[in-house]
């Protein structure tokens, strides 16, 4: 079966950086494009990031130049690369196949001032 296992969270002074890894099992990940979504207490789900398949990236406005999303696809496992952390970054961030309702169990973001 299809799984998303989110790592990488953590507590993080503003300026700070984390790396979110998401390993993918159960589908062909070199063909997917592949997301991460966060949600803070209050809000709606966003998206942060996404990857196409064939390496095509979009950006959250708010996150442009400090957050990169990249794909390894002989690992299945994608990454959200997140530098100069704001205290507004802090949220639970989640993995998704794009276009499907797999979603991994998120990982906790918090960023202090």
């Known amino acids: 079966q299809v799984q998303l296992v989110e790592s990488g969270g953590g507590l993080v002074q503003a300026g700070g950086s984390l790396r979110l890894s998401c390993a993918a099992s159960?589908?062909?990940?070199?063909?997917?494009?592949m997301g991460w979504y966060r949600q803070a207490p209050g809000q709606q789900r966003e998206l942060v990031a996404r990857?196409?398949?064939?390496?095509?990236?979009d950006y959250l406005d708010s996150v442009k130049g400090r957050f990169t999303i990249s794909r390894d696809n002989a690992k299945n496992i994608v990454y959200l690369q997140m530098n100069s952390l704001k205290p507004e970054d802090t949220a639970v961030y989640y993995c998704?196949?794009?276009?499907?309702?797999?979603w991994g169990q998120g990982t906790q973001v918090t960023v202090s001032s």
């Open positions: 998704n196949i794009l276009a499907t309702a797999y």
């Open positions: 159960g589908i062909i990940f070199r063909l997917n494009a």
């Open positions: 990857m196409s398949s064939g390496g095509i990236t």
